[in-house]
């Protein structure tokens, strides 16, 4: 049984004083008309008559101040050392329960005690263990191959950064969410049903948004049936297959069509300027010889074709063999000459050429030449180009070598120069530009460094480019050009973000099933999702709408500290001055921003499988689930609000700020009231919560609602 509120308690013990002092006065009324005392004994009539409405009101402030307030003191400060035993300490046991106060100063430090020997025990046994995660993270954050893990469930147990850099706009990715959110793919699904359990690989083609991901598969031995997923972007080798090498193919078919005409009309040429061709061996025929002697008759004989006839016969095959043999050496030559340039294209698109900074090329070229007495200085501005680095690092060094010992120079400048689809890349020096000799024999020169020895000339071939020299316009130097393919993109690489501090937890594998019942499931094991938004003002039902929606989540009793959602919204209506004072935001602020109708789909797949967590949810709920929302949220939500006054109804304001600071929370600067930081706050109340719910027999998700239903009352159906 609860106990009372405050506020029943304080109405009874006023309600008693007021049915005292009314009882008393009656009385004295009473005995004053039947009695009829006067002086002294009129007064101490009155004053006795009144005297237990007096004892019962100095009685209820007595007992309010030295023994309810201690209570909800000593209440309050219980909370938090379940919370948390290091919590501060502000209300120490007063009143009559001031002596308690060194009690339970000496069981804070036990308990403090207790705790730090079990943390100092636990950080010995686990040393070994941590170093090797340690180094274990260290490792897959530097692995470029993206990479995933998941349990019997498919729930992602680990990720590195590749993985979330390649998946970092995908709603389902996460600790916890399942594969399903991140590839709808069926035959994903049945590889991993049917993956050998000895770690043998399985490889397929997944198609996500407009790539498509090779994906190795491999069941981990001895594991309980959990998989490591590697993942590459074969995109561009995709596109090369059925692209630049099918147009090859093609090409090469027309070749050789093209090609066995050619052959076949001329072998026919040939074959009728033969002395054995039939045509040949009409015009020699006796019976035409006979016909010329003279005296015969000038008619030929029958079946027998006139020489000039068979004549033109011959002229006429021959003209159309040699029509035959132009028209498919002409299409020959276009053939070979789309052949040509298929085989340029696959030549450019060759995977070793990779977008590459040119700052970055410069700081790489310095760092080879730093032995040496050459030192190299970009200038201009940096650009990006397509390039095999590390190819183009050896043929560099050859070549600002080779040129510093010709020109006698030890200073160069490197400049980037933008061009129509490429870009220049030149070196400077003060002097004259180089005759096209001597850059023929550079061409031809060998690099050993690199695999089977190429030449300079190949490399240049290999990026489409070629090499020259040219003088300034200044008269006072020149340079050494050659161009390479330039990329559409602006601007120096991004810095690469610091590793999320969790991208893994092999407890999500020990978690129940997604398909078990979620109302059995213990509160340790739910994955929770935490949200707040900000609205244009508080009268939902008259046209407020939402203007910012953030959300955190909470994967096996862990608050992600990166796992975020936090997007504003355009509320298709002027924010009020009124509400910008409490959330800061403006309409300058919204401007250009989605519609709640765009931003609700990317929540709920967001939200997944989890169960909602909000502070005074069916305020928020309502925001989002407006008329012509068109999206349903009908997963289970917990509400911290209503917890609080399940668990402490006697204890005044349940408000997130008298929340945490009951609970020792703080909010990170700039923060409160906004829809994010309010959403972690909230998380964080959660977990401490979390702890006094487990200790009253509250272990399940359904426990948790039913305590707080028992709070819900008419205010809260109001909203």
Not at 322 to 329: C, F, K, T, V, Y
Not at 376 to 382: A, F, I, K, Y
Not at 465 to 474: G, P
Request: proline share 6%.
């Amino acid at each position: 049984m609860s106990p009372p509120r405050r506020q029943h308690l304080i109405g009874a013990w006023l309600l008693l004083s007021g049915l005292s002092l009314f009882g008393g006065a009656f009385l004295a009324l009473w005995l004053d008309s039947r009695l009829a005392p006067t002086g002294a004994e009129r007064i101490a009539l009155w004053a006795g008559c009144l005297a237990g409405a007096g004892c019962v009101f100095l009685l209820g402030l007595l007992l309010e101040r030295r023994l309810f307030a201690p209570l909800r003191h000593l209440q309050v400060q219980v909370a938090r050392m379940v919370a948390s035993p290091d919590a501060r300490d502000d209300y120490r046991p007063e009143g009559w329960l001031s002596g308690l106060g060194p009690d339970l100063l000496k069981l804070r430090e036990h308990w403090r005690q207790d705790r730090s020997q079990l943390a100092g025990a636990h950080a010995e046994g686990a040393r070994s263990a941590a170093r090797i995660r340690l180094e274990l993270e260290a490792l897959l954050q530097v692995l470029d191959t993206p990479l995933l893990l998941c349990d019997r469930h498919r729930r992602l147990l680990l990720f590195n950064q590749a993985a979330e850099a390649l998946f970092s706009e995908h709603p389902g990715f996460g600790l916890g969410k399942r594969l399903e959110g991140l590839f709808a793919l069926a035959s994903l699904s049945e590889a991993l049903d049917h993956l050998p359990s000895d770690g043998s690989p399985r490889e397929l083609l997944i198609p996500q948004q407009d790539r498509w991901l090779h994906g190795c598969l491999r069941r981990v031995p001895n594991s309980d049936c959990e998989t490591l997923i590697t993942l590459t972007d074969s995109t561009a080798a995709w596109h090369c297959e059925m692209g630049t090498r099918a147009s090859l193919a093609e090409a090469l078919v027309a070749v050789r069509r093209h090609g066995a005409g050619l052959s076949s009309a001329a072998e026919a040429l040939s074959q009728l300027h033969s002395p054995n061709h039939p045509a040949i061996q009409a015009t020699d025929d006796p019976h035409d010889h006979e016909a010329r002697q003279p005296g015969a008759s000038s008619t030929p004989a029958q079946g027998i074709r006139p020489a000039t006839s068979q004549g033109s016969v011959e002229v006429s095959l021959t003209k159309r063999l040699s029509d035959i043999i132009g028209q498919e050496s002409q299409e020959l030559g276009q053939a070979i000459d789309r052949l040509g340039k298929t085989l340029e294209a696959l030549q450019r698109q060759g995977e070793r050429l990779a977008p590459l900074w040119s700052n970055d090329l410069w700081q790489a070229l310095n760092d080879r030449l730093a032995g040496s007495s050459l030192t190299l200085t970009p200038v201009g501005m940096p650009a990006w180009f397509k390039a095999d680095a590390p190819a183009l690092l050896v043929m560099l060094e050859a070549l600002t070598s080779r040129l510093s010992d010709l020109v006698d120079v030890r200073h160069l400048d490197a400049e980037t120069c933008l061009g129509n689809r490429r870009v220049y890349l030149d070196l400077i020096w003060l002097g004259s530009s180089l005759p096209q000799h001597q850059l023929a024999r550079w061409k031809a020169l060998r690099l050993d460094a690199l695999p089977l020895s190429p030449r300079i000339e190949d490399l240049l071939h290999q990026h489409d480019s070629d090499l020259w020299s040219l003088q300034d316009t200044d008269g006072h130097h020149a340079r050494l050009r050659f161009p390479l393919p330039a990329v559409e993109r602006v601007g120096p690489p991004l810095t690469r973000p610091s590793p999320r501090p969790e991208f893994h937890d092999f407890g999500i594998a020990d978690l129940p099933s997604p398909e078990a019942e979620l109302a059995a499931c213990p509160l340790a094991q739910l994955e929770i999702v935490a949200f707040d938004t900000e609205t244009t003002g508080l009268a939902l039902r008259q046209g407020d709408r939402v203007i910012s929606i953030g959300a955190c989540r909470i994967v096996n009793g862990r608050l992600l500290a990166n796992d975020t959602f936090d997007v504003r919204i355009d509320p298709g209506r002027p924010i009020p001055p009124a509400s910008t004072a409490i959330h800061g935001l403006t309409d300058s602020d919204v401007l250009g921003a989605p519609p709640l109708s765009q931003v609700l789909p990317r929540f709920r797949d967001y939200l997944g499988d989890a169960v909602i967590l909000a502070h005074n949810a069916a305020f928020d709920l309502l925001a989002l689930q407006s008329p012509g929302a068109g999206v349903a949220l009908n997963m289970p939500v917990l509400d911290t609000l209503l917890l609080s006054r399940a668990l402490d109804p006697s204890l005044d304001g349940h408000d997130l700020d008298s929340l945490a600071d009951r609970y020792a929370l703080s909010f990170a600067a700039g923060t409160r009231h906004t829809a994010l930081g309010d959403a972690r706050v909230t998380a964080e109340l959660w977990l401490a919560m979390r702890t006094r719910l487990e200790a009253r027999g509250i272990h399940t998700l359904a426990d948790a609602l039913a305590l707080q239903s028992s709070a819900f009352d008419r205010q809260d159906a109001s909203l």
